[in-house]
Nanobody, 116 residues
């Protein structure tokens, strides 16, 4: 088992920035991918960004050029840097970790609200 704890969400004005952190309770080397998903009210959960164990990344078209995902293996932490935030980025952001043979692990989510 692993616990994923997100932090860094909050209220920000349009055009602002936030950095989300996802701290794992154990080494993240065992996960072949980690990522951030988001779910806006009344909508399905969608992928925002994912990073593989080798450092490859995949960013959703809706946030490409504005969001960056990174990982610090020494700190067992994955980050999502969000710049130029828009009201449509408002959602609960969930950290996800994928482990072969075990499936998906999820964090509890952190709220991001973009509003003036």
């Amino acid at each position: 088992q692993v616990q994923l704890v997100e932090s860094g969400g909050g209220l920000v004005q349009p055009g602002g920035s936030l950095r989300l952190s996802c701290a794992a309770s154990r080494s993240i080397f065992s996960f072949y991918a980690m990522g951030w998903y988001r779910q806006a009210p009344g909508k399905q959960r969608e992928l925002a960004a994912v990073i593989t164990g080798s450092g490859g990344t995949n960013i959703a078209d809706s946030v490409k050029g504005r969001f960056t995902i990174s990982r610090d293996n020494a700190k067992n932490t994955v980050y999502l840097q969000m710049n130029d935030l828009k009201p449509e980025d408002t959602a609960v952001y969930y950290c996800n970790a994928k482990q072969s043979g075990f499936g998906d692990y999820w964090g509890q989510g952190t709220q991001v609200t973009v509003s003036s």
